[in-house]
């Protein structure tokens, strides 16, 4: 079992920057893939960003050159540096745990955090 669970969300002005954690606990696979998801309601949720257990990253178009993944290797801890916030980056942000592969569907995840709301006022 896999324990997830997020942290740093709140609200923000539009243009400025957040913050999300990721604190991993239980049993980590080894070279797994850890990434960021988020959904609005009413909506599907959809990957944001991702690191496999090569170490590469991967992000969705809209959040190219303002959001970076990073991953401290000796906790499993995972970040989310989000700048240049936009209103639609609005969405309950979740982390996701799944094979060394990659994560970029829903069905990829094996373990999924509570989630941290972020809200970008404009």
């Known amino acids: 079992q896999v324990q997830l669970k997020e942290s740093g969300g709140g609200s923000a002005q539009a243009g400025g920057s957040l913050r999300l954690s990721c604190a991993a606990s239980?049993?980590?696979?080894?070279?797994?893939?850890m990434g960021w998801f988020r959904q609005v309601p009413g909506e599907k949720r959809e990957v944001v960003a991702s690191?496999?257990?090569?170490?590469?990253?991967l992000y969705t178009d809209s959040v190219k050159g303002r959001f970076t993944i990073s991953q401290d290797s000796a906790d499993h801890t995972l970040y989310l540096e989000m700048n240049s916030l936009k209103p639609e980056d609005t969405a309950m942000y979740y982390c996701a745990h799944g094979p060394p592969g990659g994560l970029s569907t829903i069905p990829d995840v094996w373990y999924w955090g509570q989630g941290t709301q972020v809200t970008v006022s404009s």
């Open positions: 690191i496999n257990g090569a170490g590469i990253t």
């Open positions: 239980g049993y980590i696979y080894p070279r797994s893939s």
